[in-house]
């Protein structure tokens, strides 16, 4: 966990970010009044903590980390494990992501039990599956979540509609809130190329495919060929630049 | 299980922390150096990486029994290039230093100091993944970086290059990207 407390500065807009709160051996109340154990992170109507130290936290450049783990119903688990074991055979699906163009990777994971502990300490038992989220992307916290509740709803309804506490994506003001109890701060986060969002390496890729077969194309033209060719490849890669 | 996109992998490891060291860990964490002098920057094929300390689970309410970790946990992910244990195998010997400084803060991680026991403490603590994404799964770290200094290369061709006649444009392209005829 990272320091608390300050904003957060993306791509010049400044925004200010929380994450969810340990109780620390308080008894704390869910959104319906009931008691929930100590040591346990409070749900709604709480004093969430300000975040974070932009550097030190989910941004590295252009790049914003996003960690969010939520509870499940029972049934979730098998329900999700068909829906992605589909899209991850048929690639059905994955169109939707790839229209959300600011995402570079992303997971999701479901923990239905955690790693052991090693002997002699038991394995520690939970009560319901987590579902793990994880994103690389480019742009604000704020962007990324109405993008994703725009674009893809019933995706959205269908992959955390199983979560405790979901309360559908639209409007996205208790969307944030959910996302913001749920989510974890990054104590460390690396990219490769934190100065590139996801277009510009989409784009960069197909500027060199093509680039690369003008070169092969030119190498026997001469400079009046050479001209002509040239400006027909600066006005067919001229949005990858 | 997902564990792959083209030629991507995700690793996911989960491992229980030492309650009576998370300052300790979190300060380690927070000394780390950022960008490429990161120590994840040394393995040349990740992408995206992060440590997480987990200290709690959230509680929701309607109808969910509370989870309460007996002790925090520290969440490790990576995007990388190529198989698994190549990339555990490059981990534990390029970064084995902050990598044993970070995870023996945690629970059951061996005494020794050989790589190979942090690859197998590694290995025994990952998480499969469910669905695993890329919007350019076939790509890897060094191809992307090529393509993104070329793209910034030509981009500044053009600029330069708008006022040549024809001869001499055909002669700088040539000069900067190759093309002339063998």
Redesign the interface.
Known sequence: ???NGSNVTVDGATTTRRR?R??NGRS?R???G?A??S?????AGQDLLPVLNA??GNV??R?T?I?V???M?WWGPPL??ML??L??LTGLG?GT??RL?F?????????DR?????SP?PR?R???S?L?F?S?FNGTWDQYIDAFAAVVPSRMRVIWGS???FPGPLPTGPFKEYIR??E?????????????T?T??????E??AR?RE???R????N??E??RA?DRL?TSVQR?? | M?NTAGQ?T?L?????IHPERLESL?AT??A?P??ER?P??RV?T??????????????????????????P?L?F?S?FDGPLDEYLEDLSQLSFREAHAIWSHC??FPKGKAPRQLIDYLM?????????????PR?T?A??????A??RR??EF?TRSQAL???A??RA?RSA??????
Request: aromatic share 12%; with cysteine.
């Open positions: 966990m990272a320091a969810p340990t109780a704390v869910d959104a319906n009931s929930a154990p040591g346990v992170i409070q749900s550097a030190r590295d450049g790049a980390a960690t783990l939520t509870p119903r999700l494990r992605f074991g899209t991850s994955l992501l790839r163009s995402i570079h990777y992303a997971r999701w994971t479901i923990i955690l790693p052991p502990k090693g300490a520690e939970l009560n319901h987590y793990f994880e690389n979560s405790f506490g109890r749920n974890f701060v990054a104590n460390h986060y690396y990219t490769a190329y934190p100065e590139a996801t510009m390496v989409l784009s960069s890729l500027l060199e680039l003008f070169i092969d030119s190498a026997r033209m400079a009046g050479f001209k040239y600066l990858c630049l | 997902a991507a995700a996911s490891v989960l491992s229980p979190e964490l927070a780390l950022l960008g990161s994840l920057a040349a990740t992408h995206f990486a992060r440590w997480v300390v987990i200290g709690q689970l959230v509680y929701e309410g309607g109808g969910q029994k509370p989870d309460t970790l007996g002790s946990y969440l992910t995007n629970i059951g025994s603590h990952r998480v499969d993944t469910t669905m695993f994404y890329s919007a350019y790509t770290v191809q992307i970086r090529e393509s993104l070329l793209r030509f981009g053009v006649d024809p001869s444009l055909m392209f990207f190759g093309g002339s005829p063998s």
